[in-house]
């Protein structure tokens, strides 16, 4: 079975999946998104449920510190057990508090440690930091010089996060379009490249 009807074959199972659930047009509308991100990704689906399945875990740790539950505001992604740690912070000991949870999880086999030390962001700065993502993947559909699907865009506090399985000339388009982007203060690249 060729990678392609590998795929097509796992696409159809999450939509029929999906479909068996209640409230149908949900279900489609969900699945069909889904299916479209499982397509495009360069990662196995194996990878990809491991990625959902080390964000839980992480989040669950966070959560379960009441210390760092209540006092950080953090963000943890994983794309091909790579584990991004972004936020705020109060001070060093909850950050290395919070680090040091995430690397109890099984299988990441890198750690950025991008947590600030200050204030949990505001609301305000979490809808700007929403806008500066989607005016970058805005920017990105609109260069047909490179396949932007396989980028993951994440934005804290105007610093973006750029993660994905690319080639380097990718990552440097990416990362281009990015800090050319009014209001990006920042770009951190956490690439895998092929």
């Not at 992480?58 to 950080?72: E, F, G, R, V, Y």
């Not at 609301?123 to 932007?148: C, E, G, Q, V």
């Not at 379009?177 to 990006?184: L, Q, Y």
Request: glycine share 4%; aromatic share 4%.
């Amino acid at each position: 079975m060729n990678s392609f009807s590998s795929k097509m074959t796992k696409i159809t199972l999450v939509l029929l999946t999906l479909l068996t659930l209640q409230g149908c047009v949900t279900a489609l509308v969900i699945g069909t998104v889904g299916a479209a991100m499982i397509a495009n990704d360069r990662r196995t689906t194996a990878a990809q449920l491991e990625d959902e399945g080390i964000e839980i875990k992480a989040n669950q740790l966070i959560a379960a510190d009441p210390q760092i539950n209540k006092h950080t505001n953090l963000s943890i992604i994983s794309y091909n057990r790579t584990l991004l740690a972004i936020g705020q912070a109060p001070n060093e000991m909850l950050r290395d508090k919070a680090i040091k949870l995430l690397k109890q999880i099984p299988n990441v086999t890198r750690l950025h440690n991008q947590i600030r030390i200050g204030n949990p962001s505001k609301i305000s700065t979490r809808t700007h930091d929403s806008w500066l993502t989607t005016k970058i993947k805005t920017a990105m559909a609109s260069d047909n010089s490179f396949p932007y699907s396989h980028i993951k865009i994440v934005t804290e506090n105007s610093e973006v996060f750029l993660l994905g399985l690319v080639s380097e000339v990718e990552a440097n388009k990416a990362t281009e379009i990015a800090r050319n982007i009014d209001g990006v203060t920042k770009v951190t690249k956490a690439f895998e490249y092929q």
